[in-house]
């Protein structure tokens, strides 16, 4: 089926630094997602993105995230400065349209010291 | 809010031998809820095991089951017989068919063992 890459799969940084987790599509989707779980937790909404801008996001969606998908390359989730609660994996999802099925990628481990 | 609860932490099964996951949810926000089985085999993303939109639907998918209960509010994963290729982690998501955007809820997910 359709595939979702994300890079790197795994990321260390220190507190405070700035990290960019980067997610390829599936190539003619137009909505995307990203999802955060922490250890033990179950995965939980973050933010979605449609026609260049952000649809809706959830409170876990600090001011210290952003997101972009520049000149249609890939969709990125930006944490600047990071903070150690900011340890998860992160998913990327994305649809052809709003209410069509998700498809995921395999996550990057975020760990936040 | 919403939720989803399932069947917590590991579920150990045979191989042949039935199998059943348990899920409920919540919401006091979605009219039309729609529900969702994914699955992550080791090493792999997620990927959509099966979906039902419509109350009192089943939904089938590799020899998995799942009816969408609107009075129970449950959507039990099912498979009478296991093989040893089914062991992965399984999550039960509740979707919002009727609200101007959409994202998923997701349960914690239940690794599921098959052993030969």
């Keep these: 089926g359709p595939k979702v890459l994300q890079i790197p799969s795994h990321q260390i940084i220190d507190m405070g630094q700035m990290v960019t987790l980067n997610c390829d599509p599936v190539s003619n989707h137009l909505y995307f997602y990203w ?16 026609n260049g801008k952000v649809m809706e996001k959830s409170k876990l969606f600090k001011d210290q995230f952003s997101v972009e998908r520049p000149d249609g390359s890939y969709f990125t989730l930006k944490i600047q400065p990071t903070a150690l609660e900011d340890s998860a994996v992160y998913f990327c999802a994305s649809s052809l349209v709003k209410q069509d099925t998700q498809y995921f990628g395999p996550g990057t481990r975020l760990l936040v010291l | ?15 042949s031998k039935s199998l059943i996951i348990n899920c409920t949810y919540s919401t006091t926000s979605i009219a039309y809820p729609n529900l969702f089985w994914y699955v992550r085999y080791p090493g792999e993303g997620l990927q959509l095991l099966l979906k039902v939109i419509t109350a009192g639907q089943k939904g089938s998918s590799r020899g998995f089951e799942a009816t969408y209960n609107k009075e129970t509010t449950s959507f039990h994963l099912q498979k009478a017989s296991v093989q040893e290729s089914d062991s992965a982690v399984y999550y039960c998501a509740l979707g919002d ?16 063992t098959v052993t030969p």
């Design chain 1, 35 to 50: 999802y955060k779980q922490i250890l033990g937790q179950q995965m939980e909404f973050l933010v979605n993105f449609y």
């Design chain 2, 1 to 15: 809010g919403d939720s989803v609860t399932q069947t917590e932490g590991q579920v150990t099964v045979s191989e």
């Design chain 2, 97 to 112: 068919s009727g609200g101007s955007n959409y994202k998923l809820t997701f349960g914690k997910g239940t690794l599921l």
